[in-house]
């Protein structure tokens, strides 16, 4: 089982720019989790996707929007990056329903805008 | 304001000791408690979880408890050993839907 998988895991962009992070979760998950974590800070939750759908949203603009594709896997999308999206983000899976159990984080992308 | 409050400095500690993290909530009512280490560039790593009506829970050296009337979770780690090193986050889960809030973290140094 290779667990949470995320690519890529460094990405330089510049600002105004566009990015997409991609995001595989464990074998037998079918929800996907987002978080951004700023350096020295703990990960914020951005959004979760279970059916395809965006089932919560945190505090994020709308600039952050994501999607899950049939085999569960999920896609993050930034646009207009600022300088303050520089950050590690984590993609973490569950099973629906299950709340209480463990979430599997992936290894992160660290995204650097400049 | 709903807040999770870790101890953000640093905490350093000799081998062999019992190394002990706080987390703190306020208005959260979580029906559960979790806890992870994260070590650097790395995602987090899940570690224990402790249930609302569990005032304590074990695992090998680890060790968490949960007070609910203090808004409080400890978190040991005895005999603690240099590989121990890393940042120990706590995350609580306010709906029950798997969405984690997490605190800042409390960095655990371990010397020989």
């Known amino acids: 089982d290779a667990g949470v998988t995320q690519s890529p895991t460094h990405l330089i962009k510049t600002r105004g720019q566009q990015v997409t992070l991609r995001c595989s979760p464990k074998s037998g998950h079918d929800t996907v989790s987002w978080y951004q974590q700023a350096l020295g800070q703990g990960p914020q939750f951005i959004f979760q996707y279970y059916e395809e759908e965006e089932r919560q949203r945190g505090n994020f603009p709308d600039r952050f929007s994501g999607h899950q594709f049939p085999n569960y896997s999920s896609e993050l999308n930034v646009n207009a990056l600022l300088l303050g999206d520089s950050a590690l983000y984590l993609c973490?899976?569950?099973?629906?329903?299950?709340?209480?159990?463990?979430?599997?984080f992936g290894q992160g992308t660290r995204l650097t805008v400049v | 304001s709903q807040k999770i409050e870790q101890n953000s400095e640093a905490l350093n500690i000799q081998e062999g000791k019992t190394a002990t993290l706080t987390c703190n909530y306020t208005?959260?009512?979580?029906?559960?408690l979790q806890w992870y280490r994260q070590d650097p560039g790395r995602g987090p790593v899940f570690l224990l979880l402790i249930r609302e009506n569990e005032k304590e829970k074990r695992k090998e050296r680890l060790k968490v408890t949960f007070d609910t009337t203090l808004k409080q979770s400890l978190f040991h780690i005895t005999a603690s050993q240099p590989a121990d090193s890393a940042t120990y986050l706590c995350?609580?889960?306010?709906?029950?839907?798997?969405?984690?809030?997490f605190g800042t973290g409390t960095r655990l140094q371990v010397f020989p």
């Open positions: 973490a899976s569950s099973l629906v329903g299950t709340g209480g159990t463990e979430a599997f």
């Open positions: 995350a609580l889960d306010p709906g029950n839907t798997d969405k984690l809030i």
């Open positions: 208005n959260y009512s979580p029906a559960y």
